[in-house]
């Protein structure tokens, strides 16, 4: 069964930082991009950023720049998020995602083409 779990959500304070984790089980993501999204109370599911295959390249979305890290393990099967300079506005379920067709970020294409998600870990920034 293929799978990706998330880790690492929790309370931070703002100004703070959080690092998650994602799983990934069944198959390798090795030759995949992957990604992270997050949905706040209310809101629609968003784009945080995403790395390519190799690691070479990422990509982030504007109001993360800056902020937020993204690297991999493919020896591991793992990828993470590094998030730092934390906001209140960072609260969310962040979910981690990869895209089986491509090995490179696909910008421009629905959900960054993203076909394989986890279920979520919650980051709550306090204020």
């Known amino acids: 069964q293929v799978q990706l779990v998330e880790s690492g959500g929790g309370l931070a304070q703002a100004g703070g930082s959080l690092t998650l984790s994602c799983a990934a089980s069944?198959?390798?993501?090795?030759?995949?991009?992957m990604g992270w999204f997050r949905q706040a109370p209310g809101k629609e599911r968003e784009y945080v950023g995403a790395?390519?295959?190799?690691?070479?390249?990422?990509y982030f979305a504007d109001p993360v720049n800056g902020r937020f890290t993204i690297w991999r393990d493919n020896a591991k099967n793992m990828m993470y998020l590094q998030m730092n300079s934390l906001k209140p506005e960072d609260t969310a379920v962040y979910y981690c995602?990869?895209?089986?067709?491509?090995?490179?970020?696909?910008?421009?294409?629905?959900?960054?083409?993203?076909?394989?998600w986890g279920k979520g870990t919650l980051v709550t920034v306090s204020s």
């Open positions: 995602a990869a895209d089986t067709q491509s090995s490179s970020i696909r910008v421009g294409v629905a959900d960054y083409g993203m076909d394989v």
């Open positions: 069944g198959r390798s993501f090795s030759t995949n991009a």
């Open positions: 790395i390519n295959w190799s690691g070479g390249y990422t």
